[in-house]
Structures are given as structure tokens and as C-alpha cells.
């Protein structure tokens, strides 16, 4: 079985840091993949961890915490553009990713 | 490169008749995935196949078959459409087994209403 919760929606300032949380139970884990998905487009990859940690690319940041069963996505200076849906998806056996409902996030001026 | 390829785009079809939506990839991929994705419920496997010639179950599988021939096609056909089918349907391959992240690539969607 699985479990992953992530909040629903989010609102953040134009400039701002913002971190969104994903936790998760699965029966299994083979590593966490986070996807932005603009409204009416396709997801496209993020960031992935496999490891504990911080992985960093660029303005966005993710990082892993096996034994608790929770990450997060952190995203810096942010931009108009960065108004989306953040998908965390998880891989618990398979190549299957298992995906969170989805944290809908709003930029404001 | 085109990726991955879906048709139609956007489909309204009644109640009780078939369908089948495509997905071809270009990226000589051996993993692909259908996900439908709902209001309120996220992204949901319906059925995926691991390399041409198998197929298997995802999350929610039923009123949904699939095929993969070859490498590079991998339709979707619902038999006999419900409203409860109405939907956006993602296609996705990957290049699973090999080393690094199995990142999924997703097509553009095909929003199927049925009425």
C-alpha cells in the first residue's frame, strides 16, 4: 500500500522562499520525484532523491529524510512563473512512480 | 524530437461506445505508462508495461486495456466508455532499469469527456 500526503494549496509572495512537504508510507522505496505541472500542460521532472539530503539545482532544492518518510521541495526567489501544481511522486517497487494529489501553488505580486 | 506523441487531444464521446487513445514515443524508451488524472485525486497508473510485449495493472485498471506490439506504441482502449471515465489521460515512458533516476516523461494529455 501507499500513502502520500502533501497539502493541497499554498499561497507565497513574488521574491519569497516557499517549502512544500510531502510525506509518504509505501510499502517499498526506491526513490522520490518531484514534478511541476503548469495548468492544462503535461508534469515535467523536478528533482530526484534517492539518498538522504539536499539535492540543489538552481532556484529549486529538494530534500530527503528516508526514516521519517518525508521531503521537500524548496523554492527560492520566486517568480510569477512559478505558480503551478508541485507533484511529489514516490517509487516503491516497479518503475511505476506513485504520485501525491498534487500542492497547488499561487505567486502572488 | 518529439517525445511522445498523443491523440486525440481532446475527445467527447458518449456513453457505451469505444475508444481508444495513442501514445507513440520516439525516445527508443522500454518503459511506458497511462495515468489519468482527476480533480481532488491526483495522478493515477492505470496500466503500464515494462518493455514491448508485457503489460500490467496499475492503480485503477478496470473498463481500461492496453497493448505494446513494439517498442515505441502503447494504445489505451476503454471497451465501453462510462462517465465516471471522464478524465485527462497522460502518457509516459521512461527508460526504466538502467543506472540513475527512472524520470518519467510525460506526453501532452488527452481530455476524454463521456456523456
Known amino acids: 500500500g501507499q500513502n502520500i500526503d502533501q497539502p493541497t494549496e499554498m499561497t507565497a509572495t513574488e521574491g519569497a522562499i516557499v517549502q512544500i512537504n510531502c510525506t509518504y508510507q509505501?510499502?517499498?522505496?526506491?526513490?522520490l520525484f518531484w514534478y511541476q505541472q503548469h495548468a492544462g500542460e503535461a508534469p515535467t521532472f523536478l528533482s530526484y532523491?534517492?539518498?538522504?539530503g539536499l539535492e540543489e539545482k538552481g532556484r529549486f532544492s529538494s530534500f530527503l529524510s528516508r526514516s521519517k518518510g518525508y521531503s521537500y521541495l524548496l523554492l527560492k526567489e520566486l517568480q510569477m512563473k512559478d505558480s503551478a501544481s508541485y507533484l511529489c511522486?514516490?517509487?516503491?517497487?516497479?518503475?511505476?512512480?506513485?504520485f501525491g494529489k498534487g500542492t497547488s501553488l499561487l505567486v502572488t505580486p | 524530437t518529439a517525445g511522445i506523441t498523443q491523440a486525440p487531444t481532446s475527445q467527447i464521446l458518449a456513453a457505451g461506445r469505444s475508444m481508444t487513445l495513442r501514445c507513440t514515443q520516439d525516445?527508443?524508451?522500454?518503459?511506458m505508462y497511462w495515468y489519468r488524472q482527476d480533480l481532488g485525486l491526483g495522478l493515477r497508473l492505470i496500466h503500464y508495461?515494462?518493455?514491448?510485449?508485457?503489460?500490467g495493472k496499475g492503480e485503477v485498471p478496470d473498463g481500461y486495456s492496453v497493448s505494446r506490439a513494439n517498442t515505441d506504441d502503447f494504445p489505451l482502449t476503454l471497451a465501453s466508455a462510462v462517465p465516471s471515465q471522464t478524465s485527462v489521460y497522460f502518457c509516459?515512458?521512461?527508460?526504466?532499469?538502467?543506472?540513475?533516476?527512472?524520470?518519467?516523461?510525460f506526453g501532452a494529455g488527452s481530455r476524454l469527456t463521456v456523456l
Open positions: 525516445m527508443r524508451h522500454n518503459a
Open positions: 509516459a515512458s521512461s527508460d526504466a532499469g538502467t543506472a540513475g533516476a527512472n524520470v518519467l516523461t
Open positions: 508495461s515494462n518493455t514491448a510485449g508485457t503489460t
Open positions: 509505501t510499502s517499498g522505496f526506491n526513490g
Open positions: 511522486a514516490v517509487i516503491d517497487s516497479g518503475y511505476a512512480l506513485n
Open positions: 532523491n534517492v539518498l538522504d
